[in-house]
Each structure stands twice: as C-alpha cells, then as structure tokens.
C-alpha cells in the first residue's frame, strides 16, 4: 500500500510503499477514504530528533490523525463494528481503564504516559495511507449517511472546535459575545458551532482578509483584522466589556495576549492553537474570574454528538482536496496560512 511517512526528522515526508497490515486480535483494519492534515503535525515535523526521542515517537511513523474510512477486516474477537461499515475515527486513544476513560474521556487518559499510548499520526501509525489499524473498534463511529469526505475534519478540527465551545456554553447567553482567534480548520467551525449553539454576537480574528470573508459567509457578526488595536476594537464592540468567551486556535505567545486582553470579568479563555504561547493566570489577571483552560481534542460523547450536529447541517466543513502524492505541497500551503477551511487528502485519488 502507499502510505506518506516521516522517515528523517525535520525532512519532507516520504510517498512510500507499505505492505498492508493485519488486524491481530480486537483490532481493525480500515480502508481509508479520507485523512485531515492539522497544524499539530508540524508538532512532528518540526522538532529533532532527540526531542522526537524524549516524546516517544520512532521514526519511520506514517503520519495522519483525523480519518475517515471502510472497515476492510476485522481481527479476531472484534465486534462492534461490520466490514463495510464506513466510520470516524477518535483519535485520542487512551487506556479504556482509568477514571478519565470510564467517563469517556480518553483525550484526559491519566495512564498513556505510563502505558507508551499514542495518538495515530502523532506516535503511532496514522491514517495518510491506503490501510490504517486501529487499537479497538471503541474508537469508531458510525456515519450513519453522513457523507464520508465532510466527516474527516470532524474528527479533530470540529471535535476540539466542539468541546472548546462546550465548556463556555453557561457563559454563552443572550447579549454576549464570543471572539474566535484564528478562522482556520477549528475556527471556521467553531463560527458555525456558535451560531447554531448559542445566541452571542461572533467577532472572527484573523490576519487574513480572505480567512474573514469566509468567516463572514458562515455568520461571524463581526470580523477583525489582527494587530495591536484587536484587543480594543472587541471592547468597542461589546460596550467596552470585553468578550465573555474567548476561543483561541492560533495559540501563539501574540494570540494569547490578545485573548487576555479582550476577555470580559469572569469570562474563559480556551486556547486550543498549538503555537505554544502562555497566558499567566493570578488573582486580577487577566481579569477577576477568569478561567483559563488549554484543550486536547474532546471527549467520546462529544465526538458523537459534533456527528450527530453534521448530521443534522450544522456544520459544513470548507474543504481542499489532495492526492497522497501532493501531501508536501499541502503542508507548504497549509504552513503558509493559505488552506481556506480544511485540506484533506484522498488516498485513493
């Protein structure tokens, strides 16, 4: 099978050929038909590799963690799922034991250090191949009709986009307003999710005019160019309160600061981006009551239920098509901020 690879840490990823795996006992293999890429990936693509080393990861690692594919074969013992079945993938693989797992929070697994448990295409073998394992058939949802291409940025860009936006929801009522900071693969999303969710006035912060028009068309009430006015101009917009829910998905040092800056008394803070910024938490800072919270993907209820709002048209994900043998020239797009939505590779094309 071909399969596109990070062979050498902080080199282009390899188109190579794989034979195909065989699913061992309680596992799955998938035919994969649809597989995101994700700013996260740069995470892998862009360290070396002692630090590759200290993280866990063993190259050569066949990258790819939001898919989308068929059941092809089922190891033995496997239930749950039927060959033929089209279906998402969880990506957050946890124990299936601990406490956080129990709930269904296997993206909070307090075990996977200990155990060596990886995330397909950030550890462990992903999906941009023809052919993907998967550990347990728990880690599977059904579509159900939902067309297969719109489910793949589900998996991880509309999941995290969905649980950032669940947990501000009793801050999310009638007169206020939310910011999304950053209208890439979650933040075009997010913009949908808050429309359709809660009553608030969206303000859409990018330093793209293109990325703000889109957010416009998806029903952002008001867009930001970013610069060193954003943080005032969201208080002109919201009588000089600040913004009751701050969504960021850049996470840069600048971002975060502008997230601080903005956010109304009592109001949250959920930086999501992985550009490694830091917002410092105190008694008046950013503001009095504030809560402040990085995210890692979601929860298992919350996969089902951003299907379960697919399904029912609340989300429609902005999509660039790509063949395994372009993967390269997407990620120099997507590095370059030019991926209008989400792109996503087709491994049959």
Request: hydrophobic share 40%.
């Amino acid at each position: 099978m071909k399969a596109v690879q990070l062979r050498t840490p902080r080199r282009t990823p390899e188109l190579v050929e794989l034979p195909v795996p065989r699913p061992g006992p309680g596992q799955v293999l998938l035919s994969v038909t649809g597989v995101g890429l994700c700013h996260s990936d740069f995470l892998l693509l862009d360290t070396p590799a002692g630090m590759l080393r200290r993280m866990g990861v063993s190259l050569p690692l066949t990258l790819g963690h939001e898919v989308v594919g068929t059941v092809a074969a089922l190891g033995a013992g496997t239930s749950g799922v039927s060959e033929g079945e089209t279906v998402a993938l969880y990506g957050p693989w946890g124990c299936g034991r601990c406490r956080r797992c129990a709930d269904g929070a296997e993206n909070l697994c307090v075990r996977r250090e200990v155990l060596g448990i990886s995330p397909p295409g950030l550890g462990s073998p992903g999906g941009l191949a023809e052919y993907m394992l998967v550990d347990s058939p728990r880690h599977l949802v059904p579509l159900g009709g939902l067309d297969p291409l719109q489910a793949v940025p589900l998996t991880d860009a509309g999941l995290s986009a969905y649980h950032a936006v669940k947990r501000s929801l009793p801050k999310l009522g009638p007169g206020g307003a939310a910011v999304v900071i950053g209208v890439g693969g979650l933040g075009h999303l997010a913009v949908q999710l808050l429309r359709a969710l809660t009553p608030v006035q969206v303000i859409a912060v990018d330093v793209s005019e293109e990325k703000l028009t889109l957010a416009s068309g998806l029903g952002a009430h008001a867009t930001l160019v970013s610069d060193d006015s954003t943080a005032q101009r969201v208080r002109e917009l919201t009588d000089a309160t600040g913004a009751d829910v701050i969504l960021d998905f850049v996470g840069t040092q600048s971002t975060v600061e502008m997230a601080g800056a903005c956010v109304a008394t009592g109001g949250d803070v959920t930086v999501a981006g992985v550009g490694r910024g830091a917002l410092p938490v105190g008694f008046d800072t950013p503001a009095y009551g504030v809560s402040v919270a990085g995210t890692y993907w979601g929860t298992r209820t919350d996969f089902t239920e951003v299907i379960e709002l697919a399904r029912a048209g609340v989300l429609t994900a902005r999509l660039e098509t790509y063949a395994l043998q372009e993967v390269p020239r997407a990620y120099d797009r997507l590095r370059q901020g030019r991926i209008s939505g989400r792109a996503v590779v087709l491994p049959d094309r």
